[in-house]
């Protein structure tokens, strides 16, 4: 039996009727909130954790329902640590690290609270207490797992940067929390060449002021002075503490997670110990059947917020993967041999590792025993509908496959795969648990079967319980709450979370891409991301780029830029392939005014194309400022901002 179908009997139960179909747990678990995380909390005794027992009534699971500002969990104190190392009496690997060489340590579960009250004594040593931040600047590795879990124990926040960012860059956004420690690595390995880290890890911990700077790896010496950095070596030396985790309250700050930060100032999104338990054991556990025989592989980096959902997997009680590395070097099959070399049951990835096993002609399930993957996850971008069916056909036939919608804003999913829900490619399956999701038309009604804006119309847990330095909460209200709909609108603020998306007749999702990125051709509005599915299944074309940008006395100038595969060209027939397999697949206003091949496209470090401030920046609006330290290759920005100048409208 699986994990779902044992919470559907419970809420059942406890709704006192029978719910037999993943559309009706939904439906009741969005119309029954108080009921419905009540019998998650039970369903994943939750108590054990708890300061104390979780009392009668629904006040007690959610006191205020309002958003933002829903009270939930108001009498409960818990800590995320102690959700996780309650399974520490498991056998075997709890965190597996590999690097692109192929080195692989582990750290077993019995190994795990021994690693971790050593270093949050080394914390407390340095003068971290409760509400301080810890700062990492790291690979993904299970340094990095036990460093956050050793800061959560003592209610302490987190917050990570990977080390791709230039110092300025981590600065920009670690700086704004003034924290007290410092985590870095010496260095890692990444498309064949060893990346030195010391001196750019030592003008981090320069920029962030004073600060106890811990070093994984050797620290040596920099070129400019001595670094005084502590070794991780020496502070996991000494085995005889055990982590004491301090209970705190359900919306305590854990972590710290930043937005993209691609036009201005990143901002810091706060989540709470309690919303990030209860949120991702339901996630982890009902959605997609994970326990502690599952091993669990998201291919991420410290600034995406998978990486603390893959941490989420440690709450179940699975075996987790890191990988420090690029996941295309040496070539578009190494996270295939991952798979296959770690008997992984969940493997997560990105519609871009996708797209190049397929250009690169892979056929994974022939070429590696991937017997043990039972699913396969996807986000970052709207996967295609053919790539689906590239994994069944290459891969494994029948491998359900999760692409999920979610984000930073809420450090988990909106809606995705889910256990029991037939695949449909190019759809995710479900709204998950407890989400009011919907589709809405611009005068607030809820649409079916049509395009509308996504908006959440009940509170989830794992909500931001603030933004940083944002004391009225102002910043917050403004990101998510302040859409203005026609008519009158809403009675009370809804979650609008900006992407254009279709819910189908089965309770499905249709994702078309961001709506203030929309292409309106016309007053005909269109997703950008039905044109990459297209576009992007052309064997010849490795990425697609569609933009619509506004001109004077009504013009419209569409163009698509593509980057191409080695050794193809753009000829006048793949143009016209292009233009003809847009037009049978979509319609004749889909098809781009030009196509345009670029040296490159530009995304934020989490991988998502730039669409809106690049669009700005064709239309020649002076004031789009796009911060190098977000972007990917910040040098392609000028090369766009030429193709704006040169275009005659």
Not at 66 to 84: C, H, K, R, T
Not at 252 to 262: D, K, M, Q
């Amino acid at each position: 039996m699986t994990h779902f179908s044992r919470f559907a009997e419970a809420f059942s139960e406890r709704a006192g009727t029978s719910l037999t179909t993943y559309d009706e747990v939904w439906q009741r678990s969005v119309d029954d909130l108080p009921g419905f995380w009540r019998t998650v909390w039970n369903f994943f005794d939750l108590d054990d954790i708890a300061a104390t027992p979780l009392a009668d009534g629904d006040a007690a699971v959610l006191a205020d329902a309002s958003m933002p500002g829903a009270v939930w969990f108001p009498d409960i104190e818990l800590n995320y640590a102690d959700a996780i190392l309650r399974h520490a009496d498991l056998p075997g690997e709890a965190i597996v690290g590999l690097d692109e060489n192929g080195v692989r340590t582990a750290v077993t579960w019995a190994q795990l609270p021994v690693r971790v009250g050593a270093v949050a004594h080394a914390l407390r040593e340095a003068g971290v207490n409760k509400g301080d931040v810890v700062a990492a600047y790291l690979p993904d590795i299970p340094e990095a797992v036990i460093a956050f879990l050793a800061t959560a124990s003592l209610g302490a926040l987190w917050s990570g940067c990977g080390q791709d960012y230039a110092p300025e860059g981590a600065a920009g956004r670690l700086a704004q929390l003034q924290p007290t420690v410092l985590f870095s690595a010496a260095g890692y390995r990444y498309n064949g060449k060893d990346i030195d880290k010391r001196a750019d890890s030592a003008e981090l911990a320069g920029l962030l002021g004073d600060v106890v700077h811990i070093m994984v790896g050797d620290p040596g010496e920099t070129d400019s002075d001595q670094n005084t950095a502590r070794r991780w070596s020496d502070l996991i030396a000494d085995e005889s503490h055990r982590p004491e985790p301090v209970k705190v309250p359900f919306d305590h700050p854990l972590w710290v997670l930043f937005s993209s930060g691609t036009t201005g100032r990143p901002k810091g999104i706060v989540h709470g110990h309690g919303g990030v338990v209860i949120e991702h054991l339901k996630c982890a556990s009902i959605q997609s059947d994970m326990d502690e025989h599952s091993v669990f592989f998201w291919q991420t980096a410290l600034s995406w917020m998978m990486w603390n959902y893959q941490v989420a997997g440690l709450l179940v009680g699975a075996r987790i993967i890191t990988y420090s590395g690029s996941a295309l070097y040496p070539d578009a099959d190494r996270l295939w041999q991952t798979v296959a070399d770690e008997h992984v049951t969940f493997f997560g990835t990105s519609p871009g590792q996708l797209q190049a096993s397929r250009k690169a002609e892979l056929r994974p399930g022939a070429d590696h025993d991937l017997s043990a993957l039972e699913l396969l996850g996807s986000t970052g971008s709207t996967l295609a509908a053919d790539l689906f069916d590239w994994v069944d056909d290459n891969v494994k036939a029948g491998l359900p496959i999760f692409s999920i919608s979610g984000g930073t804003d809420v450090v988990s999913a909106f809606a995705g795969g889910t256990t029991g829900v037939p695949v449909v490619a190019g759809e995710l399956s479900a709204r998950y648990l407890g989400v009011g999701l919907e589709a809405w038309s611009p005068n607030a009604q809820p649409l079916v079967g049509e395009v509308g804006e996504m908006v959440v119309t009940t509170p989830m847990p794992s909500m931001p319980v603030t933004f940083w330095n944002d004391p009225d909460g102002e910043r917050y209200r403004s990101a998510y709450f302040a859409h203005e709909w026609e008519g009158t609108g809403p009675a009370s603020p809804v979650w609008r979370h900006g992407d254009w998306v279709t819910v189908t007749e089965r309770g499905a999702l249709v994702i078309h891409g961001r709506s203030d990125a929309t292409l309106n051709r016309h007053g005909i509005r269109m997703g950008s991301a039905d044109i990459y599915e297209v576009v992007e299944g052309i064997p010849e074309i490795a990425e697609a780029f569609v933009l619509g940008v506004d001109g004077a006395d009504g013009k419209y100038w569409m163009p698509l830029f593509v980057t191409l595969v080695a050794g193809a060209e753009l000829t006048d027939e793949l143009t016209a392939r292009v233009a003809a397999d847009v037009k049978t697949r979509l319609s004749p206003r889909h098809v781009p005014d030009e196509i345009v091949v670029a040296p490159g496209i530009p995304h934020t470090r989490t991988g998502k194309k730039l669409e809106v401030p690049v669009t700005a920046i064709l239309a020649g609006r002076t004031e789009v400022n796009v911060d190098p330290k977000s972007v990917d290759d910040y040098s392609l920005i000028e090369w766009y901002a030429e193709q704006g100048r040169a275009h005659r409208w």
